[in-house]
Each structure stands twice: as C-alpha cells, then as structure tokens.
C-alpha cells in the first residue's frame, strides 16, 4: 500500500485529522483493533499474530514521508483504551515532572508508570513486552528492538491549556542503558478533541521549509515515527483547551543495541567448570565444553571445522 495522504489515518474510524475529534459510536464499533489483545486474563496478545498486523503495515510505515511513520486508529481494544484513561493519574505524584521552559515545554507534565497503580503499570509492562516489540519489528523493519524499563522520557504526558512542545528532533542516545534510540509510539487519551484547541502533532521536513503532516491527539489514536536526527515533530502552538481540559498520552520509546560491543567483549558461550568433588566423568565433560568453547573462540573457522570432524571420527 502506499503511504497515505495529510489528513488520513488507518485503519480507521476518523475521516481525516483536520475537524472535531468525535468518532461515531457505529465507526467504533465497525473497525477492529490494530492490537487484538485479550483482556481475559491480564493483557494477553499471540506473539505470532502481532507480528503480522505490523507486517500488514509494514509499506505504509516505511515509505511515508517526510519520514518513516503511521498513524493508526482504533489502536487498542476499546476496553484497554478506557482502562489507560481510566487510571491516569490525575493527582501529583511523587516522580512527575513537570516543564515550564517554553518552546522546550510549557505546562506540561512527565509521569513515570512505577508511581501509577497496579492496572497502569500492567498496561506499560504490556508495552514493553515481546508481543508489542513483534509487532513493532514487523512494522518499521528494524530488528532486535529494547523497550526502556525505565521509561526514561516517557510513561503518562499531559500538557494543560497554553502548553507546547516545540519542533524538535529527539536525543537519540540513552546515556543510562547506552542504546540507540529508534522509534516512538504515542497513543493519545482524549475524548471530544476540538480542532479548535489546537494541540496537533506536526510533522516536518527534514529540512525545516515544510509541515507535511498534522495529527489531531483523539482518543485510542497511534503515532508511530522513527527517531533520528531530522525527524522534526512537535505541538509549538499553545493549546486553546478550556480550564480543565488536557492533552493526555502515552509514550513510549524504542532502542536497539550497537554491534561494537563485540569490539568490547569477547563473545563467548557459556563457560563451564566441575566441582573439586565431582566425579572423573563429570570433570572431563566440563573440561570438554571449555575446549570447545575456546577452539571457537580462538581457531580459525577452518581449522575448528577439521578439528571438529578428526573428533567425530575418533569416538566412532
């Protein structure tokens, strides 16, 4: 499929993000989730068949412009969308953080998922599980996705009326994990979204002369992007929402490790060693699985190949 047009969104229960943010029970009702997951006992999705609802996505995902994106509607089964804005925490917590630093954030709010309570955080353990990185491997391509136990940036966002976020391009190294930063997930939490408040996501071009896309923040509604270092996005309007009215989301990001940690660390298997009190039996089995572990480790691949079949034949 090819990449979808300003405006559009799938698969679907909006006709485009530019009006009032109301979705007709019957639209709701018609489309199913983009995550089947089951709520019958915990948060339950088949690893198999998440990977491909991202792989079904895959073409839109990485051929969009201005750079590789989605935005998906209907995300979650309703009941998980309600359950996320159900436990918003909507006193002060502990943790929460809080930007009052203009075009860097204006009134909005961080709120870390360890502070929240035992149905959020099951709903963000549920993010950072294997069936959510299978589906987000099918999706944008990149394998051997991390999610961040940490949750450095992310968790619950809230911005209040006159809040922004300025265009920006996010970091892009965790200096805590050390891992390369590759995609983020937001998934909004508002109900009865006027246009008119404002509070759009934009995206940019990568050279800052164009906005190529805006997302209205509706409810149970997913952006999906690429982090690099020209993926410019951002709400720099303040919102027009009325006293009491927020902006809430998720966010989530994604990593993947550097192959120079096998410039660092040598890459070994498991080592093995007998006890001083085992039997003879079990120290030569030991002293042989470290044998083998440094002949392939230190022999030349053709030579460990001769080695290997001159053993063969010796045991028969």
């Given at each position: 499929?090819?990449?979808?047009?300003?405006?559009?969104?799938?698969?679907?229960?909006?006709?485009?993000?530019?009006?009032?943010?109301?979705?007709?029970?019957?639209?709701?009702?018609?489309?199913?989730?983009?995550?089947?997951?089951?709520?019958?006992?915990?948060?339950?999705?088949?690893?198999?068949?998440?990977?491909?609802?991202?792989?079904?996505?895959?073409?839109?995902?990485?051929?969009?412009?201005?750079?590789?994106?989605?935005?998906?509607?209907?995300?979650?089964?309703?009941d998980v969308a309600q359950l996320a804005i159900d436990h918003f925490p909507r006193e002060s917590l502990r943790?929460?953080?809080?930007?009052?630093?203009?075009?860097?954030?204006?009134?909005?709010?961080?709120?870390?998922?360890?502070?929240?309570?035992?149905?959020?955080?099951?709903?963000?353990?549920?993010?950072?599980?294997?069936?959510?990185?299978?589906?987000?491997?099918?999706?944008?391509?990149?394998?051997?996705?991390?999610?961040?136990?940490?949750?450095?940036?992310?968790?619950?966002?809230?911005?209040?009326?006159?809040?922004?976020?300025?265009?920006?391009?996010?970091?892009?190294?965790?200096?805590?994990?050390?891992?390369?930063?590759?995609?983020?997930?937001?998934?909004?939490?508002?109900?009865?979204?006027?246009?008119?408040?404002?509070?759009?996501?934009?995206?940019?071009?990568?050279?800052?002369?164009?906005?190529?896309?805006?997302?209205?923040?509706?409810?149970?509604?997913?952006?999906?992007?690429?982090?690099?270092?020209?993926?410019?996005?951002?709400?720099?309007?303040?919102?027009?929402?009325?006293?009491?009215?927020?902006?809430?989301?998720?966010?989530?990001?994604?990593?993947?490790?550097?192959?120079?940690?096998?410039?660092?660390?040598?890459?070994?298997?498991?080592?093995?060693?007998?006890?001083?009190?085992?039997?003879?039996?079990?120290?030569?089995?030991?002293?042989?699985?470290?044998?083998?572990?440094?002949?392939?480790?230190?022999?030349?691949?053709?030579?460990?190949?001769?080695?290997?079949?001159?053993?063969?034949?010796?045991?028969?």
């Amino acid at each position: 499929m090819n990449a979808l047009p300003l405006g559009q969104s799938i698969p679907g229960g909006v006709a485009g993000d530019r009006g009032v943010g109301k979705r007709s029970d019957a639209a709701s009702v018609a489309s199913a989730p983009v995550l089947p997951v089951d709520l019958r006992d915990g948060l339950a999705l088949d690893y198999a068949e998440a990977r491909a609802a991202g792989e079904a996505l895959a073409a839109d995902y990485c051929f969009a412009e201005p750079f590789p994106h989605i935005v998906l509607d209907h995300f979650l089964p309703d009941d998980v969308a309600q359950l996320a804005i159900d436990h918003f925490p909507r006193e002060s917590l502990r943790s929460d953080r809080v930007f009052e630093i203009g075009y860097a954030g204006q009134h909005k709010r961080q709120i870390l998922p360890a502070d929240c309570d035992a149905q959020a955080r099951a709903l963000f353990h549920f993010f950072n599980s294997q069936p959510m990185l299978a589906f987000l491997e099918g999706l944008t391509t990149i394998q051997g996705l991390i999610p961040d136990p940490y949750f450095l940036g992310g968790g619950y966002h809230e911005t209040a009326r006159g809040g922004k976020l300025g265009i920006h391009a996010d970091f892009r190294v965790n200096e805590q994990l050390h891992l390369h930063r590759r995609l983020n997930v937001i998934v909004y939490l508002n109900k009865e979204w006027d246009a008119s408040w404002g509070g759009a996501l934009e995206l940019w071009s990568r050279d800052m002369k164009e906005k190529c896309r805006e997302v209205l923040p509706l409810f149970n509604r997913c952006v999906i992007f690429n982090t690099d270092a020209t993926s410019f996005h951002g709400h720099p309007d303040p919102l027009m929402t009325p006293e009491g009215v927020c902006r809430r989301s998720i966010a989530l990001y994604y990593y993947t490790a550097s192959h120079e940690i096998y410039k660092e660390v040598p890459n070994n298997s498991t080592i093995y060693h007998a006890r001083p009190g085992d039997t003879g039996e079990t120290r030569r089995e030991a002293f042989q699985l470290r044998l083998d572990q440094h002949l392939r480790q230190w022999v030349p691949p053709a030579l460990q190949r001769y080695v290997f079949a001159l053993r063969r034949r010796l045991m028969r």
